[in-house]
């Protein structure tokens, strides 16, 4: 039992992991992820039912359903993944993306600024908390900030000359 188990948590995580690939993005304030089957995300729920004390079960399965664009089950999924790995970043910031998703801006910013607690070299938390500080709440020279320390960062991120190019219409004001 234990066996298929794993097996179904490797598959899962596998299926996962291929689903959450991100693509290069014209629009460095957007994510445009490929979304999983609906099989694929039947087996995720599978593997966090059969391990539900594995923090990567629930990781995987908030992962697909992000990429559904089903935040609020996505935001449940982190949270249990978050119980077992409250120092997850990555979490962090993917739960605050769903919280984003559906339109929670207080707890999106919240949630990356917990992120960045933990890690404050996180480039996406920086990226990501910038897109809601300009794009939601309107705090542009907050949200510019984040970007630059993202840029900082990661220099040579497939957004980079994109993000720069943005930073610099919102630095004058476009």
């Given at each position: 039992?234990?066996k298929?188990?794993?097996?179904i948590?490797v598959l ?7 689903a959450?690939?991100q693509?290069?993005?014209?629009n460095?304030?957007t994510?445009?992820p ?7 995300i ?8 059969i391990?539900p004390?594995n ?6 399965l908030g992962d697909?359903?992000m990429?559904?664009q ?7 999924a982190y ?8 120092k ?6 993917d739960l ?10 207080d ?10 607690k933990?890690?404050?070299n996180h480039?996406n938390g ?6 809601v500080?300009?794009?939601?709440l309107?705090k542009?020279e907050e ?7 993202y ?6 991120a ?7 190019q943005?930073?610099?219409?919102l630095?004058?004001g476009?």
């Amino acid at each position: 039992m234990k066996k298929i188990a794993s097996m179904i948590i490797v598959l899962a995580v596998a299926l996962g992991t291929a689903a959450c690939k991100q693509q290069e993005q014209k629009n460095p304030v957007t994510y445009a992820p490929a979304a999983p089957s609906p099989l694929a995300i039947e087996q995720l729920q599978n593997a966090a039912r059969i391990a539900p004390k594995n923090p990567r079960s629930w990781t995987e399965l908030g992962d697909g359903l992000m990429d559904s664009q089903r935040y609020n089950e996505a935001i449940e999924a982190y949270q249990k993944a978050l119980a077992l790995d409250p120092k997850n970043v990555d979490v962090r910031v993917d739960l605050g993306t769903c919280y984003r998703g559906t339109k929670q801006f207080d707890k999106a910013v919240a949630e990356y600024r917990n992120a960045l607690k933990i890690n404050p070299n996180h480039p996406n938390g920086h990226r990501n908390l910038g897109v809601v500080l300009v794009n939601d709440l309107h705090k542009t020279e907050e949200g510019v900030k984040e970007f630059k320390k993202y840029l900082e960062l990661a220099p040579n991120a497939p957004d980079a000359g994109q993000m720069r190019q943005t930073v610099q219409e919102l630095s004058a004001g476009k």
